[in-house]
């Protein structure tokens, strides 16, 4: 089992950034990939950002196309803690945001979600 605890989130003014953490406890060492979906009520949940962490830090990071250019994705591997730091954010970058897992084994856990909301 892995939990994962959220942090970050609000609201912004379009344009803006915001920072997003989640941290790992559990099995953490089942993890294979750690990243972030995000859900807009009656929408299906999306890929935003995922990251597999790789030998001697050649990390593979894979991104949606809304995502690229203006989000990055970070790995604290000693505190198994994956950050997203999203820039110049857009009224359609309103939505709660899951932080999730895969295991090893094909395993997924997601976060509590939390909410991310741009408004002018």
């Known amino acids: 089992q892995v939990h994962l605890v959220e942090t970050g989130g609000g609201s912004v003014q379009p344009g803006g950034s915001l920072t997003l953490s989640c941290t790992a406890s559990?099995?953490?060492?089942?993890?294979?990939?750690m990243g972030w979906d995000r859900q807009v009520p009656g929408q299906e949940r999306e890929l935003v950002a995922s990251l597999i962490s790789g030998i001697n830090r050649n990390d593979l990071k894979m991104f949606s196309d809304s995502a690229k250019g203006r989000f990055s994705i970070s790995r604290n591997n000693a505190f198994d803690t994956v950050y997203l730091q999203m820039d110049n954010l857009k009224l359609e970058d309103t939505a709660t945001y899951y932080c999730?897992?895969?295991?090893?084994?094909?395993?997924?856990?997601w976060g509590q979600g939390t909410q991310v909301t741009v408004s002018s």
């Open positions: 999730k897992i895969v295991t090893k084994s094909g395993t997924k856990y």
């Open positions: 559990g099995n953490t060492l089942s993890i294979y990939s």
